[in-house]
């Protein structure tokens, strides 16, 4: 994705530099201009943009720059947190089991590996994922395979194959769907929870203080690990009451969920200072 004359780029409170263009998502649109003072000075405020996904960072980040604003994910932070098999590493142990592929292994090889079931997914986290993704045969599987490289988002990505981990239901699932989870999104700006909130809407759900609190301080290591300024990270609670992160990803990318965008970019703006050391190059668990 490279800058159109169309995005609209822009300075709030004199804290906070913006990129953004709306997307048509509901769940990933806000808009900030009705809700905060904002001026066109955006040279030395740390950046963010929100224009969806984007398909070359790198590039998308240069062009920011000739528009005056220094997005705070630099391209090798952002590739960290949006690739798994760059932020796994950094959490294994606290995240279900994975292997990657750069062709497609035979279904031996899955199985010796992991056994049945197991779940699939691309490297980088940009698509949605049915209830294919959960594999529970060889047959399956090849089904899967045929799935995932028809589908104009994931057939260009790194295959994913994690160990399945049952997960604390909060609902019946849907024909073709994952079935719903205690999965919560949570925030992170330069390692401080700015926005936490459920994961899946239309679910009523909730996490006592006490859940709060453990699946917080997982959240805290884990973006401490991964080391990137605006991250988010998904954390669930397996069937045995134990909290992991099932991904992480850049912040600028993902969608609110249950999170309060007005409440989110508050907190954001609260916590950022005009003295604040936000430099793109800081080693990751900083």
Same mark, same amino acid.
């Given at each position: ?28 649109? +806000?808009?900030?201009?009705?809700? =905060? ?17 984007? %398909? ?30 760059? *932020? ?25 590996? +992991? ?25 399956? =599987? ?8 028809? %589908? ?26 994952? #079935? #719903?989870?205690?999965? +919560?999104?949570?925030?992170?700006? =330069? ?15 909730? *996490?006592? %203080? ?19 300024? +605006? ?18 990803? %850049? ?9 309060? #965008? ?25």
């Amino acid at each position: 994705m490279g800058l159109k004359m169309a995005m609209d780029s822009f300075a709030i409170e004199g804290k906070l530099a913006m990129v953004s263009e709306p997307t048509d998502i509901p769940v990933y649109d +806000f808009d900030l201009r009705r809700f =905060f003072a904002c001026s066109s000075r955006t040279a030395g405020l740390p950046g963010v943009a929100r224009v969806g996904a984007i %398909d070359n960072y790198a590039n998308f980040y240069q062009e920011c720059l000739e528009r005056d604003v220094q997005l705070v994910n630099s391209p090798e932070q952002q590739r960290r947190t949006s690739r798994l098999p760059e *932020w796994y590493p950094l959490l294994e142990g606290k995240t279900p089991r994975s292997r990657w592929y750069s062709s497609f292994p035979p279904a031996g090889e899955v199985e010796a590996e +992991f056994g049945w079931p197991v779940f699939l997914k691309g490297a980088r986290q940009t698509s949605r994922h049915g209830g294919q993704s959960i594999v529970h045969s060889p047959h399956a =599987f090849a089904e899967s395979l045929a799935a995932f490289q028809a %589908d104009p988002i994931l057939h260009w990505q790194e295959l994913v194959v994690r160990e399945f981990v049952p997960l604390r239901p909060i609902g019946q699932a849907i024909a073709g769907k994952l #079935p #719903p989870s205690f999965e +919560f999104r949570t925030f992170w700006w =330069f390692g401080t929870l700015v926005g936490a909130g459920t994961y899946w809407g239309g679910w009523d759900y909730r *996490w006592s %203080d006490a859940e709060k609190v453990a699946a917080l301080r997982l959240g805290a290591w884990a973006a401490k690990q991964v080391g990137t300024p +605006f991250m988010v990270v998904d954390l669930a609670m397996t069937a045995t009451g134990e909290w992991i992160v099932i991904e992480c990803n %850049d912040a600028m990318e993902s969608g609110y969920a249950g999170v309060s #965008p007005l409440g989110l970019w508050q907190s954001v703006l609260d916590a950022s200072r005009p003295d604040q050391h936000w430099s793109q190059h800081a080693p990751h668990g900083a």
